[in-house]
């Protein structure tokens, strides 16, 4: 009695396991800064939100410094196509070179603020991007932010494009900012973000571009950053994404479950990341960084320095998607 009363009890407790390890998963989630700064606080939050929206159900589990494709990240979406990785949330830059649309986003000057990065993600812009993505082999979920880029370097407060001439900048491993850097009479120099900061230390480079969140974060000004030009000149939105055939796998209230848990996270990093902004601008200048603010002639002068870049890559962009961009910023 006592021996198959410890059985049958043995039994259910194996089929329970049987019965959760049966619907448990777990996803990796690559993503390129870890949760220190605000990209990797955003797939994080879609993890926690995903965690207990499923009850423990759904793991998603984060990879961060790129560290599934050994630190080069413009690989990221390759590896997330081909299965490598399960999910990612990934900035537009890293993308671009498989997702030529993304470019769109790295256009020099086309965005000048908050307002015209929201008219171009929530608009159709950002549909039309979705679709891009969608077409290779990856499911878009929702739209988070990396920040406007501002631009810093060792030598010099830099106000004009004269004034960028020969200096070494590193610039990320998509062609279109070599393009940009090259327009301006300055020396662009392709690497990782893994390669910047000893690049920077070692003085192989002068001076490179990232939102002020990953400048603070990063403390990008304890390796001689000490002038920061507040250009915006682009900004590289995030975006939530997931293996079209681990999609495939997914019943319909899991991928709705996964979906609004990346728009809620989206939402919640970018009011995240924009409101402590103010506050980070403050804490670098306190560290003695000399910010450089221009003047509505001198970003005139950046933007024509850098017209022939938008010449040079609306092909391969597409006139419908610059179209759709260059109506929703002017409404
Ligand atoms: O490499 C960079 O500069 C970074 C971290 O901002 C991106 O991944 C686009």
Known sequence: ?????CFTLLASAAALTLAVSAQAREYSVSTVLSDAFPWGQAAQKWADLVAERSEGRITLRVYPNAQLVAGDQTKEFSAMRSGLIDMAVGSTINWSPQVPELNLFSLPFLMKDDK????????????????AIESRGIVPLAWGENGFRELSNSVKPLRTPADLAGLKIRVVGSPLFQDTFTALGANPTQMSWSDA??????????????????????????????????????ADPLIFAVNQRVWKTLPEEDRELLRQAALDAGKWETELSRGQQAKRLADIRERGVETV???????????EATRSVHEQWAPKIGADLIKAAEAAIAQ
């Open 197 to 234: 900061k000893p690049a920077l230390t070692t003085g192989a480079v002068d001076g490179q571009e990232n939102p002020i969140s990953v400048f603070d974060v990063a403390r990008v000004d304890q390796v001689g950053q000490k002038y920061l030009t507040l250009w915006h000149y682009m």
């Open 293 to 303: 603010e221009l003047s509505a002639e001198e970003r005139q002068a950046f933007v």
């Open 1 to 5: 009695m006592k021996f198959t009363r």
């Open 116 to 131: 015209d990065l929201d008219a171009l993600t929530q608009g159709e812009a950002g549909k039309l991007s979705f679709s």
